[in-house]
Nanobody, 114 residues
Framework: QVQVVESGGGLVQAGGSLRLSCAAS??????MGWYRQTPGKQRELVAG???????NYADSVKGRFTISRDDARNTVYLQMNSLTPEDTAVYYC??????????WGQGTQVTVSA
């Protein structure tokens, strides 16, 4: 049974930093990463990393966010620096199996105050 569990959200002032963690279990994953969503908007990709180490970022977070992974723990991390109120959202971790099926975590709230 595949499980995807996030942690690390919270409240931070603008200019601050947070680190999100996502642990996946139950299979081997082709890629993992993070999306975010605000009320009334579609979920958008923040950052993703494949099992070959290929990384992509949304333009809005390039230079501020860093995604990394620990293969031994099937865990990915999202280090978020220089946060702005526009980064406020629910952040969802995803994990994609080798066969392409995807799984979502439950979401973690990130709130950046001005």
């Amino acid at each position: 049974q595949v499980q995807v569990v996030e942690s690390g959200g919270g409240l931070v002032q603008a200019g601050g930093s947070l680190r999100l963690s996502c642990a996946a279990s139950g299979s081997i994953f082709r890629s993992m990463g993070w999306y975010r969503q605000t009320p009334g908007k579609q979920r958008e990709l923040v950052a993703g990393i494949t099992n070959r180490g290929i990384i992509n970022y949304a333009d809005s977070v390039k230079g501020r966010f860093t995604i990394s992974r620990d293969d031994a723990r099937n865990t990915v991390y999202l280090q978020m620096n220089s946060l702005t109120p526009e980064d406020t959202a629910v952040y969802y971790c995803y994990a994609t199996l080798m066969g392409g099926k995807g799984y979502w975590g439950q979401g973690t709230q990130v709130t950046v105050s001005a």
